[in-house]
């Protein structure tokens, strides 16, 4: 793997947001697609993150959450070590620590409503049909949120690849 995975994780995750919403199962996607790490269970798991979770935009940036998940998939406490003798779990919240700064450099923040602030100048409150509707008609979809996934996708492909965390 290579500089190109970040930038294939970048266009996959951009297509995916524009072609089937759901910003952190995109996220996933792309990642699990430039890495060949397909796992159903992660992805199923991602769906009610979209939006801040439940569209309610209150929290975590469904991206981040979904390349958070993905960071924890590749470098993350297993199961059968809950005792977390070797302190993975340490390891991963500091890999997660740079995908937030990046976050936080490039929008201030990592929750919905402020990034779609940053971006479209306001929130929606997506769990509303109507916002719902004003915010696809404000070009989320075919703008911004797929560049908002993308950098995600990308920023997570780049921490995976500085790490040496791709799977073989």
Excluded at 131 to 158: L, M, Q, S, T
Aim: proline share 2%.
């Amino acid at each position: 793997m290579t500089e190109n995975a970040a930038e294939k994780a970048y266009e996959l995750g951009k297509k995916y947001e524009q072609t089937y919403r759901g910003c952190s199962q995109c996220v996933i996607a792309a990642l699990q697609d430039t890495f060949d790490i397909r796992n159903d269970d992660v992805f199923k798991a991602a769906t009610g993150l979209a939006g801040g979770s439940a569209m309610a935009c209150d929290g975590s940036c469904g991206a981040y959450a979904g390349a958070i998940l993905m960071l924890s998939t590749v470098l993350g406490r297993e199961r059968d070590k809950f005792d977390d003798p070797e302190g993975i779990r340490f390891r991963t919240h500091q890999l997660v620590g740079k995908l937030r700064q990046k976050f936080i450099d490039e929008y201030g923040s990592v929750v919905c409503r402020n990034i779609q602030t940053k971006v479209l100048g306001r929130y929606y409150y997506l769990a509303d049909p109507d916002e719902y509707e004003k915010f696809h008609n404000a070009g989320a979809h075919d703008i911004y949120c797929p560049e908002v996934v993308g950098k995600a996708a990308r920023w997570a492909a780049e921490l995976i690849l500085a790490e040496n965390l791709c799977p073989k």
